[in-house]
């Protein structure tokens, strides 16, 4: 099967600091890829490249058929390929969960207000959320805004959703949530990129385990293989998460 996301020799520095020094991999269809490593080893980097967030300087990126490095690139459609969730959730404080999610498919999409909510339930009951429809950002628990950010992805039906560290700022309970979620994705089969520090959900969900550091890739192993890195600088990053 061809990648849906494929990177070759992509290069990426801010002045004369270089974040990404080469670094190439492939993901799938339907594939979990999870990059992991140090704060500063340029994974939150790696995926705004994907989603062309930041140029690059060098080597290429392919999406979904786009030329991510393409001076051509149209951006409005690969933003329709492509969903993206960060730490915090950018939600619209004034406009409840439905409207959030119905802001894009009725601007970006162009569709009828009355099928963007449905819409918009439906991607809520899939995140577990369909009974708070019409609440406030600021009626929500923060791993629920979470969720409702994920929601707001799924409603423009991507087909590749990458994910930044989303649950670093939630409590262990509320991180729970979020990443039974991101587990339904997968095992949906939703293609997904995903930087994150829980190395027990990188082993259970992930096909394939990247670890950065210094701005390349360090190793690559598959996700049940994690407790048995090779390397051992990936054996003294996970060492005391296992």
């Known amino acids: 099967m061809s990648a849906v996301v494929k990177l070759s020799n992509v290069h990426k520095s801010f002045g004369s600091h270089k974040v990404l020094d080469g670094i190439s991999f492939e993901v799938r269809r339907g594939e979990v890829v999870a990059l992991i490593g140090q704060s500063g080893s340029g994974k939150s980097t ?13 080597g290429s990126i392919e999406v979904c058929g786009f030329q991510i490095h393409s001076g051509k690139l149209d951006k409005q459609a690969l933003r329709q390929a492509i969903g993206i969730v960060f730490q915090s959730y950018n939600l619209f404080p004034h406009l409840t969960a439905a409207q959030n999610i119905m802001l894009a ?14 819409l918009a339930l439906d991607v809520l009951a899939r995140v577990g959320l369909a009974e708070k429809a019409d609440h ?8 629920q805004q979470q969720r409702v950010a994920i929601a707001r992805s799924l409603a423009m039906q991507p087909q590749v959703m990458l994910f930044d560290e989303v649950t670093s700022a939630l409590d262990p309970q509320l991180t729970g949530e979020v990443l039974k979620v991101m ?25 394939t385990v990247i ?25 003294e990053f996970i060492g005391h998460d296992f």
């Open 105 to 118: 498919p009725t601007c970006v999409k162009r569709i009828g207000r009355r099928e963007a909510r449905e």
């Open 211 to 235: 670890y950065m550091r210094q701005g390349r890739i360090w190793e690559t192993l598959p996700g049940c293989e994690l407790e048995s890195p090779r390397t051992p600088e990936l054996r």
């Open 183 to 207: 587990e339904d994705l997968a095992r949906g089969g939703m293609t997904m990129i995903l930087v994150t520090h829980e190395m027990s959900f990188a082993r259970k969900v992930a096909d």
């Open 136 to 143: 406030y950002p600021e009626q929500l628990s923060g791993g």
């Open 46 to 58: 790696a995926l705004r490249c994907i989603d062309a967030l930041e140029t690059i300087q060098q």
